[in-house]
Every structure is written in structure tokens, then in C-alpha cells.
């Protein structure tokens, strides 16, 4: 994989500026990813966050079972700390054939394969479901993951969590995404997330994982709520 994130230039979110970021190797877990603040904060977070949001959690499952037959949450497996498996919740916004609805597309649509293989997502994905194009644009689709902060499989702020056929885009640097918990949301998803390229979700993940701290995550949180208002990146 040719990706070398010492040359990559990231924006500062916090300060609007320009920064270059020391040359991440490959990462075993640390200390600091486990610190009690940090999970404290997932905790009290995750909690306030269901609280909040339960009358829209409810709103959102009787959207999804209006517009499909099958169930409302969807689970996946998913990386995550040490490259460990388990099973990621999301509200469902795609037909419960969505493999194989994939699998036909790829196969006789070349412009789609190819979207496929550069970034792993589909700009017009005809598996989307009725209510899924607003979940996903969003991104209350993702509200069930506060089980998983709870859980102790996810945290607050993180990488968004990859499936197992990623982990080949990472190379070398899968270690420094396996240093941390994924996150509902991230560095990736305030600097564009589907709107960027694939590469620049790594070199997110990489910065992220050399950088994390609380004040770190609740500068990232803080930059969340616009980027999900405005629906930067979302698809």
C-alpha cells in the first residue's frame, strides 16, 4: 500500500490551521488509550446521550420497520481494540438482501465496482431503504452504538469501526488503528468523512490514534455537532 502519513498535511480542526503530524509506526495499545477519564467520559456520555435521545431512537425503529419488513437493528462484525470481533448496532437502512443486491451490482456495473473498490461506499447505493437515506445523511442510524460505548466495545470518539475485508487498506498501519476503540464519531468524520478519500480516512485514523486524549476527544465531539446539522460528508 503506498500511504505514508508523515507526508500527509491534516487541518487542524481546534485552531483552523495547518498541521504536520510526527511519522506514526505501526501501534501496540497503550496505557493512555485505557485511561480512567477516558472511559469514565464514555460512560457518562453514552448515558446522557440515550437519555436525550430515546424519543428519537424510538421514532427512528418505527421508521425503519414503516419502511422495510425485517428487523430494526442491523448487527455486523467489526474490528476493534486489539482486533478483537464484535457486534456493531446500527439502526437498519438497507434491504435485508443487501449482499446480495451488492454482489449483483458489482458483478454487471463497472462504475460501481470501481467506486467500491476505491472507497467502500456507494454514492447512489440502491440497498438504501426508504427511511435509510435520511438515518444515514444523519447519522442517527448510529445511535444504537451507545450500547456498545457501554459495552466497553466502542467509545465515544474513535475510528469508525472496519470490517474485517478493510483491514488489507490499512497495511502496516493497522496497528495504530487497533490501538484505540473505534468511535461513533471522529477525526475522519469532522474533516469530511465520505467526502474524503479513503487514504485520508487512514491518515485520520493514524493522527487520532497518536493524539488521543480527553481534551483531544471533547474538542472532536465539540466539532461533531455541525459537521451532523450540516450533513457534511454523510451518505
Given amino acids: 500500500m503506498s500511504f505514508e502519513p508523515s507526508a500527509a498535511r491534516m487541518g487542524n ?13 505501526p501501534l501496540a495499545p497503550t496505557p493512555a488509550a485505557d485511561a480512567p477519564v477516558s472511559r469514565a467520559l464514555d460512560i457518562v456520555i453514552a448515558i446522557a446521550a440515550l437519555v436525550v435521545f430515546a424519543p428519537i431512537m424510538l421514532i427512528c425503529a418505527l421508521a425503519v ?8 437493528l442491523f448487527r455486523q462484525q467489526r474490528i476493534g481494540r486489539d482486533g478483537a470481533l464484535f457486534s456493531c448496532l446500527k439502526f437498519r437502512t438497507m434491504r435485508t438482501d443487501a449482499a446480495e443486491v451488492l454482489d449483483t ?31 444515514r445523511k444523519t447519522s442517527l442510524d448510529e445511535l444504537p452504538q451507545l450500547f456498545n460505548v457501554l459495552a466497553g466495545d466502542m467509545a465515544i470518539v474513535g475510528p469508525r469501526p472496519i470490517v474485517p475485508a478493510e483491514i488489507a487498506r490499512y497495511g502496516r498501519y493497522i496497528g495504530a488503528y487497533c490501538a ?3 468511535g461513533i464519531t471522529g477525526l475522519w468524520q469532522v474533516q469530511g468523512r465520505s467526502a474524503t478519500t479513503y487514504r485520508r480516512r487512514i491518515a485520520c485514523d493514524i ?27 454523510a451518505c
Wanted: with cysteine; glycine share 8%; aromatic share 6%.
Fill in 180 to 182: 484505540v476503540r473505534p
Fill in 105 to 135: 451490482l458489482l458483478a454487471t456495473c463497472p462504475a460501481a465496482r470501481e467506486e467500491w473498490q476505491r472507497n467502500h461506499k456507494l454514492q447512489n447505493d440502491p440497498r438504501i431503504i426508504g427511511a435509510g437515506s435520511f438515518l
Fill in 65 to 72: 420497520a414503516a419502511s422495510n419488513n425485517g428487523p430494526v
Fill in 13 to 25: 480542526i481546534f485552531h483552523g490551521s495547518t498541521t504536520t503530524w510526527p511519522a506514526p509506526a
Fill in 207 to 233: 493522527v487520532y490514534s497518536r493524539a488521543k486524549s480527553p481534551a483531544v476527544d471533547l474538542r472532536i465531539i465539540a466539532c461533531t455537532i455541525p459537521a451532523v446539522i450540516l450533513g457534511r460528508g
